[in-house]
């Protein structure tokens, strides 16, 4: 055990295949994602159907290009990982099936991994490979991705361990303390892209078209960014509303209501039209492209969109390390990559005197890396799993 253990990690929850080789949960020696956004681009979101198809075309090339470039062979690899879940049910099953084969073939030992741990650890790879092993407690994380908007507080499991939680073997305990109660902020650069004709996925194009736009001009107001108070929870029995409970819930249903309202009430439609018929001529349309297809009131609008979305994570993420007392703030999932965020939590969390950490972009989207450095504490307890476990799509992280 210690740095010369290495784990193969397998991801197959949504749309990308990906495959990772790392040694001793902090050195990523390989990391191989498969994406299949060309088959989903014409139906504008991924069809769950169609990735399972193509989780199964890419996943035996997808492991051995992981080996091939880590270096190693199936005899090298100590332990094979795999995301259990969340995610979709069809897609999960090709990954864990095939991750159960090599295990069984290999007779090598099994590691589930939540999705979600996995892009926590994503920002802890990303800092030990800087050499980074300091790390205060409690730790705030913000998973914030096309599935997902939640809020966890993260702690090490053993609660002596306070100075030693930030050990590469350490595990770790989580709690919930807020989530999106219906659109992942994702979801909302999704759908709004979609929307304006833009393509899928949104988040990537929204964010580099919206330095070409006015985040001032559309104004969005509060109503349409706000989450109800939470109700404090009794072990399934009602309890009174408590107004001493702060919500650290998002909402980004109703502003994406509000841009189609936009979009309605100042005739923009054929202009849509007209774009989508243009970008879909294009298959990874450029800048200048993308440019040229958009007029100025949609610049403008994209940029206000994004500038929503973003002060409204960073408020309320930022509330919640004052109201928790926390001492570092990670931020990790497929929009982590997003520049406005991390530019504004950069100086935010300077303001407010919290380190933030972001994954590099290749760890903030969905990959493999981040399942083997999750699974890697899993493998010191030897925390295996059974042969017949099986993939869940709505898995809890705790
Ligand atoms: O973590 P991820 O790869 O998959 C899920 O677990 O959902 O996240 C994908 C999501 C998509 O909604 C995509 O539009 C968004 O992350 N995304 C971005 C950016 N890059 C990807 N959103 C905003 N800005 C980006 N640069
Ligand atoms: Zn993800």
Redesign the pocket.
């Known amino acids: 055990m210690g740095k010369d253990t290495y784990i193969l990690g397998i991801e197959s929850?949504?749309d990308e295949t990906a495959a990772a080789v790392v040694r001793g949960g902090e050195q990523l020696l390989s990391n191989v994602v498969f994406s299949q956004i060309a088959t989903h681009q014409p139906y504008g979101g991924v069809v769950p159907e169609l990735a399972s198809r193509e989780h199964l075309r890419g996943i035996v090339p997808v492991v051995r290009q992981a080996l091939e470039q880590a270096g190693k062979s199936y005899a090298d690899i100590d332990a094979i990982a795999v995301t259990q879940g969340p995610g979709l049910a069809g897609a999960l099953l090709v990954g864990v099936s095939y991750a159960k084969a090599l295990a069984f073939a290999l007779r090598k030992p099994l590691i589930a991994v939540n999705?979600?741990e996995?892009?926590i650890h994503a920002v802890l790879l990303e800092e030990r490979q800087k050499g980074n092993h300091e790390l205060r407690f409690p730790v705030l994380a913000l998973?914030v991705?096309?599935?997902?908007t939640h809020l966890y507080l993260c702690a090490p499991l053993k609660s002596d361990a306070h100075t030693h939680g930030a050990e590469t073997g350490a595990a770790w305990r989580y709690e919930l303390i807020g989530r999106t109660r219906d659109d992942a902020a994702g979801e909302a650069f999704d759908k709004v892209a979609k929307l304006l004709g833009l393509g899928y996925p949104g988040g990537p194009v929204i964010d580099r078209l919206a330095r070409h736009g006015d985040a001032h001009a559309v104004k969005f107001g509060s109503t349409q960014i706000k989450a109800p108070l939470r109700e404090p929870k009794n072990e399934g029995k009602r309890t009174a509303p408590s107004r001493e409970i702060t919500s650290h819930d998002f909402s980004f249903s109703g502003i994406k209501t509000a841009v189609l309202r936009y979009v309605e009430l100042n005739a923009m439609q054929p202009g849509i039209e007209a774009r989508r018929l243009v970008l879909a001529g294009k298959t990874q349309p450029t800048l200048e492209e993308y440019l040229a297809a958009t007029d100025k009131r949609t610049l403008d609008l994209i940029a206000s969109f994004q500038r929503a979305v973003v002060e409204d994570l960073v408020a309320k993420t930022l509330a919640a390390v004052r109201e928790r007392e926390v001492a570092t703030l990670f931020v990790t999932?497929?929009v982590a990559a997003n520049s406005e965020l991390r530019a504004t939590f950069e100086t935010s969390g300077a303001q407010e005197g919290v380190p933030v950490f972001f994954p590099a972009r290749a760890l903030s989207?969905?990959n493999a890396g981040m399942i083997a450095a999750a699974a890697y504490p899993k493998f010191v307890a030897r925390e295996f799993a059974p042969l017949n476990f099986s993939p869940e799509a709505s898995l809890t992280l705790r």
């Open positions: 929850s949504c999705h979600l996995g892009h998973v991705s096309g599935g997902h999932g497929g989207t969905d």
